[in-house]
């Protein structure tokens, strides 16, 4: 194990790569550019290839067809980029092509800022495309994550025959800590599910649809099927000092990271608050939320964008047991002094239950 001080998108970018990714096609976006810089030098290094891609609606289709002959494929991209992806992903799930991108977060609507956020969680988790879906998706809270999270995804994608995405945000992406980088993965790109030619004699094989391959009701059906084994057993989530909570946090990220200091505080007073921060956001941890007591007094997301978007998935899951809320910084990070005033005001009933905008 080689130890490393990294940058988190550089870090996510080596993962990868040890993780066995020989292609790379993507387009520069802020605040996910060092992904594609790293790539542009490290796939020429490792024998793989590296396209700057003339637009995020290429690259995304780029990847598709590297990832179909077989290779681990990886693109990445950040807020409106993310937005062109959604077509070319939509794809990749009709297809069944174990692909994996990265959405670095940042803060606005249309083409948004380059500041910090958390307001693609929306269009991540409940399929940004068209078409009945969701992605596998994984939220990294540190440099050390984005390297294990990268790291996996290829055989996450896999072992599923679905796409992952790895949903980062401009502060995780930005930071530099120490990390341990995995050791490199010799991967074989002759998979039984990959495209190949035909064999000289052969005769050539004709498709005449370009997304399914099998009756659509079978399709359907497999898929409905495939969706619910990976809800039951691919939820992944830390908790912290929930079992005896009278508040609950909620917060994936770099969110998390202030709220798991924020419960710190918050204990060291002598107020008791919890922490559940989800790993992945889809599955969505729901599992987790039975380890709340049934007197605590509310649940509360942290949330780095306007409208709190992740409460929604908080309130389908508490099924009205508790009151939920969502303290949301728009594109500023919380502090931990507000996190745990927030909470306090919360228990006093100082805030009521209410959509946020």
């Given at each position: 194990m080689e130890k490393r001080i990294m940058k988190g998108n550089e870090a996510l970018a080596e993962g990868a790569v040890r993780g066995g990714c020989r292609f790379y096609a993507g387009y520069p976006i802020t605040p996910q550019s060092e992904i594609l810089e790293w790539m542009s030098w490290r796939q020429k290094e490792v024998g793989g290839v590296f396209i700057q891609g003339e637009?995020?609606?290429a690259s995304v289709n780029m990847t598709f067809a590297a990832r179909s002959l077989g290779a681990r494929a990886l693109t990445s991209t950040s807020g409106p980029g993310f937005s062109l992806y959604q077509e070319g992903i939509a794809y990749w799930v009709s297809a069944g092509v174990p692909a994996v991108v990265a959405c670095v977060q940042r803060f606005g609507i249309g083409d948004g800022f380059i500041s910090a956020g958390q307001d693609n969680y929306w269009?991540?988790?409940k399929g940004g495309g068209n078409g009945d879906y969701h992605l596998i998706t994984l939220a990294p809270n540190s440099v050390q994550e984005n390297v294990d999270m990268a790291y996996e995804s290829f055989?996450?994608?896999e072992k599923w025959m679905h796409p992952v995405l790895i949903l980062s945000d401009g502060t995780i992406g930005q930071m530099m800590e120490p990390c341990v980088l995995p050791p490199m993965v010799d991967y074989d790109m002759d998979q039984p599910w990959a495209v190949k030619g035909c064999k000289d004699g052969e005769k050539n094989k004709v498709i005449t649809d370009i997304t399914y391959f099998q009756d659509i009701d079978e399709w359907n059906a497999g898929y409905l099927k495939k969706m619910r084994e990976i809800s039951e057993t691919e939820q992944r989530w830390e908790s912290f000092c929930v079992e005896d909570a009278d508040i609950v946090l909620v917060?994936?990220?770099i969110s998390s990271r202030v709220a798991e200091s924020a419960v710190?505080?918050?204990r060291e007073e002598g107020f008791k608050l919890g922490l559940i921060r989800p790993i992945t956001l889809w599955p969505y941890p729901r599992k987790a939320f039975k380890e709340i007591p049934d007197t605590c007094r509310g649940v509360i997301t942290v949330e780095v964008n306007m409208m709190g978007q992740m409460r929604d998935d908080v309130i389908i899951?508490?099924?009205?047991?508790?009151?939920?809320f969502a303290l949301t910084t728009n594109q500023r990070i919380a502090k931990v002094d507000q996190v745990v005033q927030y909470a306090k005001d919360v228990y006093d009933g100082k805030i009521r239950e209410e959509e946020v905008y």
């Amino acid at each position: 194990m080689e130890k490393r001080i990294m940058k988190g998108n550089e870090a996510l970018a080596e993962g990868a790569v040890r993780g066995g990714c020989r292609f790379y096609a993507g387009y520069p976006i802020t605040p996910q550019s060092e992904i594609l810089e790293w790539m542009s030098w490290r796939q020429k290094e490792v024998g793989g290839v590296f396209i700057q891609g003339e637009s995020e609606i290429a690259s995304v289709n780029m990847t598709f067809a590297a990832r179909s002959l077989g290779a681990r494929a990886l693109t990445s991209t950040s807020g409106p980029g993310f937005s062109l992806y959604q077509e070319g992903i939509a794809y990749w799930v009709s297809a069944g092509v174990p692909a994996v991108v990265a959405c670095v977060q940042r803060f606005g609507i249309g083409d948004g800022f380059i500041s910090a956020g958390q307001d693609n969680y929306w269009q991540a988790v409940k399929g940004g495309g068209n078409g009945d879906y969701h992605l596998i998706t994984l939220a990294p809270n540190s440099v050390q994550e984005n390297v294990d999270m990268a790291y996996e995804s290829f055989a996450l994608a896999e072992k599923w025959m679905h796409p992952v995405l790895i949903l980062s945000d401009g502060t995780i992406g930005q930071m530099m800590e120490p990390c341990v980088l995995p050791p490199m993965v010799d991967y074989d790109m002759d998979q039984p599910w990959a495209v190949k030619g035909c064999k000289d004699g052969e005769k050539n094989k004709v498709i005449t649809d370009i997304t399914y391959f099998q009756d659509i009701d079978e399709w359907n059906a497999g898929y409905l099927k495939k969706m619910r084994e990976i809800s039951e057993t691919e939820q992944r989530w830390e908790s912290f000092c929930v079992e005896d909570a009278d508040i609950v946090l909620v917060a994936y990220g770099i969110s998390s990271r202030v709220a798991e200091s924020a419960v710190h505080q918050a204990r060291e007073e002598g107020f008791k608050l919890g922490l559940i921060r989800p790993i992945t956001l889809w599955p969505y941890p729901r599992k987790a939320f039975k380890e709340i007591p049934d007197t605590c007094r509310g649940v509360i997301t942290v949330e780095v964008n306007m409208m709190g978007q992740m409460r929604d998935d908080v309130i389908i899951t508490v099924k009205g047991k508790f009151p939920t809320f969502a303290l949301t910084t728009n594109q500023r990070i919380a502090k931990v002094d507000q996190v745990v005033q927030y909470a306090k005001d919360v228990y006093d009933g100082k805030i009521r239950e209410e959509e946020v905008y």
